[in-house]
């Protein structure tokens, strides 16, 4: 499965910078580019190269210390996070090459005052910055949330097991002292 994830972002990067070489792109245009098949490149240079090494130190009975299957479920949870990013800016790049590369334009939308509630709400609505957002931004931000949560989460795995590992006392009754 990541095989095919990884063959299939190699192929992305490849397209896109024979787009760049072929056509006369504006500048914005190519930034974006390079922002996607860098973010790509370096996600699969580190990230999954980490997960091979640490799929391969989990099969192997002498390697120290060994992955458990909650570290590489977790690592997993974080790299399909970043695939799921640069996967949202290749596909923007679609966009813009569907759209003859020309920027999309911000719809204009007619700014119509919400209505006054009669109570306040208490987190219910959903704020004004991101109902202006357009799909594609409103997707990327809800996969740096979700990668934000996953961090936290494994950061709290992390944490909690090295804690268990540090507060270990021994006991060693008085009277076993005195030898």
């Known amino acids: 499965m990541l095989r095919a994830?990884?063959?299939?972002?190699?192929?992305w990067c490849q397209q896109m910078e024979r787009e760049a070489e072929d056509y006369e792109l504006p500048e914005e245009i190519l930034e974006k580019i390079r922002s996607a098949v860098g973010s790509t490149q370096l996600l699969l240079s580190q990230k999954v190269q980490q997960f091979f090494r640490l799929c391969q130190q989990s099969m192997d009975p002498t390697a120290f210390p060994v992955p458990t299957f909650q570290d590489l479920a977790g690592f997993w949870d974080l790299l399909q996070l970043s695939i799921e990013d640069v996967?949202?800016?290749f596909l923007e790049l679609q966009?813009?090459?569907?759209?003859?590369?020309?920027?999309?334009?911000?719809?204009?939308?007619?700014?119509?005052?919400?209505?006054i509630p009669k109570k306040p709400l208490?987190?219910?609505g959903v704020p004004v910055k991101e109902r202006s957002l357009d799909s594609v931004d409103r997707q990327r931000q809800e996969a740096r949330k979700r990668l934000l949560a996953a961090k936290r989460a494994a950061s709290f795995r992390h944490s909690s097991a090295t804690e268990?590992?540090?507060?270990?006392?021994?006991?060693?009754?008085?009277?076993?002292?005195?030898?």
Request: glycine share 2%.
């Open 164 to 179: 268990s590992a540090d507060s270990i006392e021994i006991y060693i009754p008085e009277a076993q002292t005195r030898l």
């Open 95 to 115: 966009q813009l090459k569907a759209n003859s590369w020309k920027l999309l334009e911000p719809k204009e939308e007619k700014k119509v005052p919400p209505p």
């Open 87 to 89: 996967t949202l800016k």
């Open 122 to 124: 208490r987190g219910r």
């Open 5 to 11: 994830e990884v063959e299939k972002l190699e192929h």
